[in-house]
């Protein structure tokens, strides 16, 4: 991690990173330092941007920010992976302040930024962008930037016009608006045939759109993967006993859950999670998918792989746009989207589901431990899954609206489920 800028050549990636006293978020209201990385390619040199660390720094001073003080969040450790939202934009802003090449103006042209991790999910997003360059014969071009701008700073950098859409799942956008968390999938939940079945018929797009709306955002469903691994564990969990008081890492409505059955619940980015098993100051962790999960070698410290995924059956993918620019596409450039959409989530759900398969097996191979969660630990989840979705509801007249919407689904497609297949 840089602490300070490098002045680069031509065409060079810069990076560079910024540090401010933030406002924690409203869970625990507690003052934060963190550290916010930005990164560009530079169609021009970056030495113009070179010097704004250090304005950075003598803003923070004007304003009081002299020597600010680490404070942990909420049962969460300092995340280093968070954006520096206004001069951050400014800076790479600047960074793609050029003009369209001769003869390309006919073409449009999309900035995306993916929010995701590289693999299978970042993958998914190039996919889509690839589709839509050959849908439209060349004349919807779209490029992708990897965390170009972190998921707090989406909103800001889509109205201001820095990136044109961004690839990702609506609960990234938790911060802005809690009651998008349900649409990239929540704990007991359904597989992922029913949540797309919801999304798509069940009424679950519309009503995405209408919180969405409400930020003057326009998003389309585009991918779909399946469950989560439950949990990676140093030492093998027996009962609900040995939860409480456990260091994990988790996120989202999971995280929620957990700290309602006694776990100390740490959100922490994918390459901070193994050294803190390694240095003991977690003691369990969960991630992502199985194969992901891999890449991060978290087997080799947990040995311990806990199924259900309760706390994330699917994970939804989505392309989002301010709903000006969804408005101003040609009826054309929009069908080519939702194509494009259509094929990446077929693409997502038959990939994903393969590349576990080769996961489980390789696991095995390295002696990792494949449990099931015990009944009663899946029951005490479960009800603790139930206080949280109630008191969610209970803030937010949009999120229960959703809520019903999806328990009216389920309740049709639980009864087709049972009717239809063997179990």
């Not at 330092?33 to 930005?38: C, G, L, W």
């Not at 950075?56 to 049962?75: A, N, W």
Request: hydrophobic share 45%; proline share 5%; glycine share 10%.
């Amino acid at each position: 991690m840089l602490s300070t800028t490098q002045s680069l050549e031509t065409g060079a990636f810069a990076q560079f990173s910024f540090r401010r006293a933030m406002k924690s978020s409203a869970a625990d209201e507690l003052d934060t330092f963190r550290t916010f990385p930005v990164s560009c390619l530079c169609p021009k040199p970056c030495g113009t941007v070179a010097g704004l660390d250090f304005r950075v720094r003598d803003m923070l001073h004007r304003q009081g920010v002299g020597k600010p003080r680490l404070v942990p969040e909420f049962g969460s450790m300092p995340n280093y992976f968070r954006m520096f939202g206004a001069l951050g934009g400014l800076a790479l802003a600047a960074c793609f302040a050029t003009g369209p090449a001769a003869g390309q103006e006919d073409v449009l042209r999309w900035r995306m930024n993916s929010l995701l991790y590289p693999k299978l999910f970042g993958e998914a997003g190039e996919r889509f962008a690839e589709t839509v360059r050959r849908l439209s014969d060349g004349s919807f071009a779209i490029e992708v930037h990897d965390r170009l701008v972190l998921d707090q700073d989406t909103f800001g950098a889509l109205e201001s016009g820095l990136v044109d859409a961004v690839w990702g799942s609506a609960g990234h956008h938790h911060r802005e608006d809690p009651a998008l968390t349900i649409f990239s999938g929540f704990p007991f939940g359904p597989d992922p045939a029913g949540f797309t079945a919801w999304m798509q018929t069940g009424g679950g797009a519309e009503a995405l759109e209408a919180i969405y709306a409400r930020h003057g955002m326009k998003s389309l469903y585009c991918g779909i993967l399946p469950a989560e691994g439950g949990g990676w564990f140093v030492e093998p969990i027996e009962s609900a006993a040995d939860l409480e008081g456990l260091s994990m890492r988790s996120f989202g409505y999971g995280a929620r859950v957990l700290r309602k059955v006694g776990v100390v619940p740490y959100e922490l980015p994918a390459e901070e999670i193994r050294p803190a098993l390694e240095t003991g100051l977690i003691g369990a962790a969960e991630f992502s998918l199985p194969s992901i999960d891999a890449d991060l070698g978290i087997a080799e410290v947990a040995q311990n792989l806990y199924f259900p995924g309760w706390q994330q059956p699917v994970t939804s993918l989505e392309v989002l746009m301010p709903e000006k620019t969804w408005a101003e596409l040609s009826d054309r450039h929009k069908a080519v989207l939702e194509t494009a959409c259509g094929d990446t989530l077929s693409w997502t759900a038959a990939e994903a589901t393969a590349q576990q398969v080769e996961a489980l097996s390789a696991f095995r191979a390295a002696g990792v431990e494949l449990h099931a969660w015990p009944d009663e630990v899946l029951l005490e989840l479960r009800g603790a899954w139930e206080e949280v979705i109630a008191e969610e509801t209970a803030r937010d007249p949009l999120l229960a609206k959703a809520w019903d919407s999806y328990l009216r689904f389920k309740d049709g497609y639980g009864d087709w489920q049972l009717r239809a297949y063997a179990e």
